[in-house]
């Protein structure tokens, strides 16, 4: 099962900021770029606390971002 809705959001917001997938990841402490990759895909989901992370590395409140995805 794959589940686009949240990556999709996530992707869209992070090219809107002029982030590459490398540079999201760094502000997420991650050593790697592969989760956000697999984020994006739909591959997985994030946790509440990712979720959360997420938003404050991308600059917007976590509700707006969930918003955000319920609106695909």
Excluded: C
Excluded at 6 to 22: A, D, N, W, Y
């Amino acid at each position: 099962n794959t589940y686009p809705s949240f990556g999709t959001v996530m992707r869209r917001l992070r090219i809107e900021r002029g982030l590459s997938q490398e540079e999201l990841a760094s502000r997420l402490d991650m050593s790697s770029h592969a989760h956000i990759s697999r984020l994006e895909s739909g591959k997985k989901q994030p946790t509440l606390d990712m979720v959360f992370r997420i938003a404050y590395a991308l600059d917007i409140k976590a509700w707006e971002l969930i918003r955000s995805i319920e609106e695909i």
